[in-house]
């Protein structure tokens, strides 16, 4: 995740002149939020792409164990990793432009970005239970399901952080 302060030490000289402008910094400070959520965004979007990757492992290892009927459940956990990636590569960005017609209330948009830390730390616990779900002694049911269960808590979060940003839309 790119840090916003380091966008400072990369600014070429027009943008140093037009920092100079009263209210263009603030502007332009907005707008690196506005880059930041989005790389925020891609990077949980990856790691559950990356907790895919390890779903297919364990459903290759389960056919190899000759397991086949637990890769129902397993495609089950798959779409549901692949929509909240799809979801989340798709979201609003949690900021709006200082030219944008919608104003933020920075109080609101404060508990998107810590819902979004929550969001990014339980995407590394999930890659890290995909590990746990590849150990064989494991009982598949109860390893599916469980995995199941972290995967629907990430949507719920993810919905709150879709509800918390309509709540910035227009008339708000």
Not at 96 to 114: A, I, P, T
Request: hydrophobic share 40%; net charge negative.
């Amino acid at each position: 995740m790119v840090d916003p302060a380091k966008h400072d030490d990369a600014r070429g000289i027009v943008e140093s002149i037009l920092r100079k402008i009263p209210g263009f910094r603030g502007y332009l400070e907005q707008e690196y939020r506005r880059e930041s959520d989005h790389l925020a965004r891609m990077w949980l979007a990856d790691r559950l792409d990356a907790c895919k990757a390890g779903v297919d492992r364990y459903q290759r290892n389960l056919l190899d164990a000759r397991k086949i009927d637990y890769l129902d459940d397993c495609e089950r956990v798959r779409t549901r990793l692949d929509t909240l990636a799809s979801r989340v590569r798709g979201a609003m960005r949690g900021y709006s432009g200082v030219f944008d017609f919608v104003r933020v209330n920075e109080e609101l948009l404060d508990q998107v970005y810590e819902l979004d830390l929550t969001l990014l730390d339980e995407a590394e616990c999930l890659l890290k239970a995909v590990d746990e779900l590849l150990v064989p002694e494991k009982d598949p049911p109860a390893a599916i399901a469980e995995f199941l269960k972290r995967v629907e808590a990430l949507h719920h979060q993810f919905d709150r952080r879709s509800e918390l940003l309509r709540g910035l839309g227009p008339g708000k």
